[in-house]
C-alpha cells in the first residue's frame, strides 16, 4: 500500500471526491491541482456549498451583471449560476468519465430543497437541471424522504444519475437500494443503456455521531460514556453490509448483466465536527472497496498529512457494530427519534442555505443594477 493516504485510499478502492465547488476554485486553478495532486475524482455541491461560494469574492460580478442586463430574476440567476459552475466542473472532468467508465469524473447538484417533501416537483425539477447542465457525468441529488424515493425511482427510469443525499438511517437506505432497482428495472423497460445510469446513496456520517453524543453526554452513565463517539462509524459499516447484502441474488444479476453498475454507498458528512476526535477518523475508519468518501478541502489535506490507511476498516465488522447499536438501545437512546431528528434538521437547513443563496443573489442583482 502506498505511503502517500490518499494514493493508498484510491488503491483500497476509495474514489476521493471534494465536497466543495465554487467559480473561485475553478477559475485559479485549485480544483484542477487537487484532481492532479490529491487524488480528487468528482465533487459535490449543496445549497450551503453554493450560498457560502456565493457570499464572497468578485467571480460572479461579470455573470451578475449579463443577467441584469437580460432582466433576469432571482430564481433564473440562481438557476444559471450554478448549472454554470457545474457544467464548467464536468468539463474539467470528462476525461476522468470517460477514463473510469463513468464511474468516476462526476459532479453533482441538488434540487431544490424546498421540494424535498413534493414528489411531482422533485421529479421535475430533477430533469430540468439535467438538461440545464446538459453533461452526460451529472448526478442529480435527490433527498431521501418518504417523498424523494419515488422521485428517484422516476429520473432514473428517464435514464438520469442520481446522488441520493441525507440517508441517516440503514432502514431508509435499504429503501433508497430499492427506488434504485427499481429505477433501473424501469428505464431497462423504457429502452435506456443501463451502461450509461450511475448512482451513489450519501450516507450521512458525522451528524449521526453529534445527535448521538448529546444524548449520551446527557445520560452522563459510565456505559454511555463508553458509547460516545462510535454510533456514527457502526452505521456506516451496517450501511455497507446491507449494500453487500441487496447487489447480489437474481434480481442484481439480470440487471449486471445489462450492464448495470451496483449503486455505490457515499460518505458524506465525514469532516470531524468534535475536536477530541481524530480529524481523520471518518475516513480512515470507513476504507472499503466500491465506495466513496467526499470530503472538504480540510479533511482532504488533513487525511493527505496524517491519515492512517492501513486497508479495509469495514468488511466483515457488522456484527461488531450491531453491538453498538444494541447497546444504545439498553441505555435508553431512541434511535428512530434520532434518525428523524437528523433528516428534519438536515432538510431544514438546506432550506435555510438556499434562502440565504437566494438573499445574496437578488442583493448582488440589485447592486449591479445601480
Known amino acids: 500500500m502506498s505511503a502517500n493516504p490518499l494514493a493508498a485510499l484510491s488503491e483500497a478502492g476509495v474514489s476521493i471526491w471534494l465536497d466543495d465547488l465554487s467559480r473561485e476554485r475553478l477559475n485559479s486553478g485549485n480544483l484542477a491541482g487537487l484532481i492532479a495532486d490529491h487524488h480528487v475524482v468528482g465533487v459535490t455541491t449543496n445549497p450551503t456549498i453554493f450560498a457560502a461560494a456565493l457570499a464572497k469574492g468578485e467571480s460572479y460580478d461579470e455573470q451578475v451583471r449579463q443577467l441584469v442586463a437580460r432582466g433576469a430574476d432571482t430564481d433564473a440567476a440562481v438557476r444559471e449560476i450554478t448549472t454554470s459552475d457545474v457544467r464548467h466542473a464536468c468539463d474539467l ?17 441538488e434540487v431544490d430543497p424546498r421540494l424535498a417533501n413534493d414528489t411531482e416537483a422533485t421529479i421535475a425539477e430533477a430533469l430540468d437541471l439535467a438538461k440545464a447542465v446538459d453533461r452526460p457525468n451529472l448526478l442529480v441529488k435527490i433527498p431521501a424522504t418518504v417523498e424523494g424515493l419515488p422521485a428517484v425511482t422516476k429520473v432514473l427510469a428517464e435514464g438520469i444519475s442520481v446522488n441520493v443525499t441525507l440517508i441517516f438511517s440503514v432502514e431508509r437506505y435499504r429503501h433508497v437500494m430499492e427506488a434504485f432497482l427499481a429505477g433501473l428495472e424501469q428505464a431497462k423497460a423504457n429502452g435506456h443503456d443501463l451502461r450509461g445510469i450511475h448512482s451513489v446513496a450519501s450516507f450521512f456520517v458525522s451528524r449521526v455521531d453529534t445527535e448521538i453524543d448529546k444524548r449520551l453526554d446527557a445520560l452522563d452513565t459510565p456505559r454511555a460514556k463508553e458509547l460516545r463517539g462510535r454510533a ?25 448483466a445489462e ?5 455505490r454507498p457515499l460518505w458524506a458528512s ?54 453498538v447499536f444494541d447497546g444504545l438501545t439498553e441505555i435508553g437512546i431512541d434511535l428512530d427519534d434520532v434518525f428523524i431528528v437528523l433528516e428534519t434538521e438536515g432538510v431544514d437547513k438546506f ?20
Open 232 to 256: 456514527a462509524i457502526a452505521n456506516a459499516r451496517l450501511a455497507y453490509a446491507a449494500f453487500q447484502e441487496t447487489f447480489r441474488g437474481e434480481r442484481w444479476d439480470a440487471l449486471a
Open 270 to 323: 465525514t469532516g470531524v465536527k468534535d475536536p477530541a476526535y481524530s480529524d481523520t477518523r471518518y475516513v480512515d475508519e470507513l476504507v472499503v472497496a466500491d465506495t466513496v468518501n467526499t470530503m472538504p478541502e480540510k479533511t482532504l489535506h488533513a487525511v493527505a498529512d496524517h491519515g492512517r490507511i492501513t486497508g479495509d476498516t469495514v468488511t466483515g465488522r457488522a456484527a461488531q457494530a450491531q453491538q
Open 93 to 109: 472532468f470528462r476525461s476522468l468519465y470517460e477514463s473510469t467508465g463513468g464511474v468516476d469524473g462526476r459532479v453533482s447538484i
Open 259 to 263: 450492464g448495470a453498475r451496483a449503486q
Open 351 to 370: 432550506e435555510k442555505s438556499w434562502a440565504e443563496l437566494l438573499d445574496t443573489v437578488t442583493g448582488q442583482l440589485n447592486q449591479a443594477k445601480d
